[in-house]
């Protein structure tokens, strides 16, 4: 499997930023200083079992269901 | 309307009779205030909360305080933002920043504020800057709202010894103060930092994070490292190149500046704490003149910027210090402007060596 930690990141920004770019933009850069570098993941990246419970556990902190 | 006031009175109630004079014709719902450690906490939250008693007053000790036209040190400095601009605040304290779950308390104190439309309501964030707990603080505020929270870590005057915040009358150290505007009009957020990318990575692979110390960048002794990728053969040679080369985490082309503090031993203490396994490029220092200049022309291109407020890291006022350029910085605002020297800036998360500024426009 590929690409789960893209969809991951994606569904987190956009349930917390309702279409807002803004908020969209400041979503990425929070998932930044949290040690999730956006941009280094594709939808062809392997599934990487660490982001992907490091990201659940953001994604409960920030409290949305992914 | 925004007013901006200095007072050098070295008598705290003098000073703040002076400001109240100078501020005097508008209704303000908000009085922000930076304040010299000279000034004793106490005596001006209450003075400021009786002398504004129809507006919030929130504030902080510094590490010198600046308003458009010049850089102070042992002064107070405060701008009043008048209910045309910031029709409705709302002010909460985190009273004991060790206490967990605080930063959750006072946002829910802040009520529906804390959750309002992102274009319309900015934040204010002013920090005990020697609790150590600003990624913490920052970190929270981001997982609990979609606000951006601007603002810095408040200095004692280079003492390191102990900082104030102050709200409601209220001085209060080991704590933090959230304000939430709602300003109809707008704001405009500026972070600039005079850096310019070098192209060499160090990543931290072994770090304390509790003690913002690095202790392996690349495997390797963060002492070692860090020589390496700025060329010295000393460790005192390196600890020369602290201000001009700190590390940035990169946004795109955007650093968020980590600055280098001391060696400590074979470990690197940073200013703030600095994420395992998140490469961070060494970044060499340029002109913060004229960065900051095109930073609020940018921001200003419209001329509807109507006020400032700036956190200004205390390394870069040490740079314009020595570099005798205080007044050619304080002068490039043309608007009315207040702020201090801060012991850390707050965009998003703690940051260093950069200044976060919050530009109303009307």
Redesign the interface.
Known sequence: MAGQVLRMIDKLVEA??KG?A??AS??R??L????I?VTNWTATSPDDPEMIAKIREVAK???VAI | MIKTALSKAPDTAEAIADLARQLAGGSPSLVVLFFSSRHDGAAIAALASATWPQSRTIGCSTAGEIIAGEMTDGAVVAMAIDQAVADEVAVAVIDDLAKEGCVDTALAALGAMANGD??THVGIVLIDGMSGKEEAVM?RL???S?L?FIGGSAGDDLAFQATTVIAEGRAMHHAAVLAVLHVPAGFRIVKTQSFCRTGKTLTPTRVDPENRLVIEFDHQPASVAYMAAVGTETIEQAAGKFMSNPVG?M?GDDP?VRSPQAFDGQALKFYCAV?????LELLESTDIVTDTGKALADANADGRVIGILNFNCILRTLELKAKDLTGDYARLFTVPMAGFSTYGEAD??HINQTATMIAFVG
């Open positions: 917390r930023a807002n803004t908020v400041t979503t850069t929070k930044l200083l949290k040690g570098k902190e920030m409290g | 992102p274009e970190e981001g997982d609990l979609d951006r985490l946004n968020y994420t395992p396994g998140m490469d998003i998360g």
